[in-house]
C-alpha cells in the first residue's frame, strides 16, 4: 500500500500517511426515496438538507428539514460524510459534509449520499480532508454531464486519499475547527465596521432635501 508524508507536519509527528480508496475505509448508503413534495415541512423526523450539504464542512444542526418517520429510510449517525452529487458546475460536484450530531430519526436528502467510515476517523480531520484542494479535484475530474454535472457514486468511491494516526488527525482537525472560527470572529468585526461606515454616511452627509424622509429617500 502506497504511503506519502505532508510537506508540513506538526511537531511529533513524522510516520507516513498510509493511502487507501475511500471504499476500503467505508460504505456508501443512499439518501430519502420515495417521497413526494407534500411529504416535506411536516413531521417528527428530520432531514439534512442539501444546502446544509453544500455550504458546510460541518453540517450544522440547524441546517434540517421536517419529515415523517419513516423506518424503511437510511438514518445518519454521528461521524457520517455526506456527499452532494450533482450541481451546475463541475468543481461543485461532490462537496462534503461531516454530521457530528447523535439524534434519532434523521435522514439524508434525495441529493446526497452518505458515507459511513468502518475505520478509526476523527470527525473534524474528516470534514477538512474531504474539502482539501487534492479532493476537490478529484471530484471535479468525476464530474459528468453538460447542463448539470452529476457524480458516480461507485467512481466516488475508487478516490484514494492518506491517512495520518489517529492522534496527527485529531491535531490537524482541532486546528483548522480554531483557525476557522478565528475567521469567522473577524468576519463579524469586519460586518460590524461596514455597519459603522454606513451609520456614520447617513449621518455625515446631509441628503440636502428636507422631504427626502417623506418620499422614502435613500442614502448609501
Known sequence: MAEKKPDIRFQGFSDEWEQKQLKEMGDTYGGLTGKTKEDFGHGKAQFVTYMNVFTNPVATPEGVDHVEIDGSQNEV?????????????????????????????????????????????????????????SMRRSFYFLAQGISRFNISKSKAMEIETSLPNLNEQEKIGIFFKQLDELIAGKEQELEKLRQIRLALLEKMFPSGDSDSENRGGITN
Open 77 to 133: 449517525k454521528k461521524g457520517d460524510i455526506f456527499f452532494t452529487t450533482s450541481s451546475e458546475t463541475p468543481d461543485e460536484v461532490g462537496m462534503s459534509s461531516v454530521w457530528l450530531e447523535d439524534k434519532p430519526n434523521t435522514y439524508l436528502n434525495s441529493f446526497c449520499f452518505g458515507y459511513r467510515p468502518k475505520v478509526k476517523i476523527d470527525p473534524l480531520f474528516s470534514a477538512y480532508l474531504m474539502r482539501s484542494p
